[in-house]
């Protein structure tokens, strides 16, 4: 079974810095993009940021400029490190990934559970 298991989410005063990462787990012969959603209390799920598996990168206006998302392939892991954090940035995070697990002819999407940033003074 292939998993991705977020971390990094907690407490952070306006202003500060956080890393979320991300690790996919399981029988994996390849993943191709990854990315970071959020999700806030009485909203829609939106992107973040993604990053394709040659490395191009996509944001969100929202956080472009503050954002910065990678991967470390030989970990399967991809990080979404945010400066300057406004408590508008406030919302459970989740990971997405594609991802050709074992025993598939193809690739699929997988959702992490989502870790809560919390963004306040």
């Known amino acids: 079974q292939v998993q991705l298991v977020e971390s990094g989410g907690g407490l952070v005063q306006p202003g500060g810095s956080l890393r979320l990462s991300c690790a996919a787990s399981?029988?994996?012969?390849?993943?191709?993009?990854m990315a970071w959603y959020r999700q806030a209390p009485g909203e829609q799920r939106e992107l973040v940021a993604l990053?394709?598996?040659?490395?191009?990168?996509h944001y969100a206006a929202s956080v472009e400029g503050r954002c910065t998302i990678s991967r470390d392939n030989a970990k399967n892991t991809v990080y979404l490190h945010m400066n300057s954090l406004k408590p508008e940035d406030t919302a459970v995070y989740y990971c997405?990934?594609?991802?050709?697990?074992?025993?598939?002819?193809?690739?699929?999407?997988?959702w992490g559970q989502g870790t809560q940033v919390t963004v306040s003074s």
């Open positions: 990053i394709t598996n040659g490395g191009s990168t």
């Open positions: 399981g029988t994996i012969l390849g993943i191709n993009s």
């Open positions: 997405h990934a594609a991802v050709h697990p074992y025993g598939s002819k193809n690739y699929a999407a997988y």
